[in-house]
Nanobody, 112 residues
Framework: QVQLVESGGGLVQAGGSLRLSCATS????????MGWYRQAPGKQRELVAS???????NYAESVKGRTTISRDNAKNTVYLQMNSLKPEDTAVYYC??????WGQGTQVTVSS
């Protein structure tokens, strides 16, 4: 069973920062692009950022300039550094490997 283990969510004030982490197995990490999605209550799941196996990145317009996705190939881990957080960033954040495997989600709550 493929596992993606997320961590780093929590409660933060507006303007603050959080770093999410997602660890998985080498076999999954090595051959897949990795991504972070989020889902707020009553809304559809949306892409936040993705990074290919070669390191190319893509960001949602709503987080550009505030968010950085990165991957550590030695640790089989992908990170999402989020700065200048806004209340509208509040959601459950999910890690995915290639869109085929998903983590359990981690809650991010930004208070105003």
């Amino acid at each position: 069973q493929v596992q993606l283990v997320e961590s780093g969510g929590g409660l933060v004030q507006a303007g603050g920062s959080l770093r999410l982490s997602c660890a998985t197995s080498r076999s999954i990490f090595r051959f897949n692009g990795m991504g972070w999605y989020r889902q707020a209550p009553g809304k559809q799941r949306e892409l936040v950022a993705s990074i290919s196996s070669g390191g190319s990145t893509n960001y949602a317009e709503s987080v550009k300039g505030r968010t950085t996705i990165s991957r550590d190939n030695a640790k089989n881990t992908v990170y999402l550094q989020m700065n200048s957080l806004k209340p509208e960033d509040t959601a459950v954040y999910y890690c995915t490997a290639g869109g085929n495997f998903w983590g359990q989600g981690t809650q991010v709550t930004v208070s105003s």
